[in-house]
């Protein structure tokens, strides 16, 4: 890990978007490792959704041999519809079906509330 | 791992709520291991919201040494009231904020369209 600290998207002024996808990898799926190009894949979208207009950033955790949940956060529909149809995303959404996931949930949803915490005292890095 | 397959929250028919917790943990701070009650405190609250009225389920990952999602859903925000301000709920979430959390982001979202994959053709069980 680099020293850039770990930290979530922050909360943002409502209302936004947030797209929920919940997944269950195939077995066998390695995380990232093996013959498939999953984790290639999955850096390469990363770095093209912060194209989308109106993208705020998305929060990515997955249990080892668990559940994997991003949530990906938008200004507006729109934004969510111009990544839903690029043509990368969407042959990565194709592939993932046929080769990557076992299920998964989409549920996309109208921030109304949001607030964040962060703690009143922390050490400097020691770098 | 059990028989029990890993499915993550199906999608229901909206309009449902979804709220969105995103945290980074204090270092020093095990896996659930350590002399905190983390592990015990929130395994007692999954047990909980399951008798909130509304309440649809929660999914949950964590990436080791990085962020832990946990998306929880609920069919009103009478729910999500209740489960705010439930007893026990709001003293972890007080003990979290002193101990447990670097930092956390939270979003309560309306869902407006979801859907569901899983793989057409799956081996049975063998068990």
Not at 54 to 64: C, Q, V
Not at 98 to 106: K, N
């Amino acid at each position: 890990m680099s020293d850039q600290r770990i930290a979530p998207v922050p909360a943002h002024q409502p209302p936004y978007y947030a797209v929920v996808f919940t997944s269950v990898r195939t077995e066998g799926d390695g995380d990232g490792g093996g013959g498939d190009s999953y984790a290639d894949t999955a850096e390469r979208l990363g770095e093209l959704v912060k194209d989308i207009p109106g993208f705020l950033g998305e929060d990515s955790a997955r249990t080892p041999g668990g559940l994997a949940v991003t949530v990906a956060y938008f200004r507006d529909l729109a934004g969510i519809e111009h990544w839903r149809t690029h043509a990368e995303h969407r042959a990565a959404k194709e592939y993932g079906r046929a080769h990557w996931y076992e299920r998964y949930s989409l549920h996309i949803a109208r921030v109304e509330h949001s607030h964040g915490f962060e703690r009143a005292v922390s050490a400097p890095s020691p770098e």
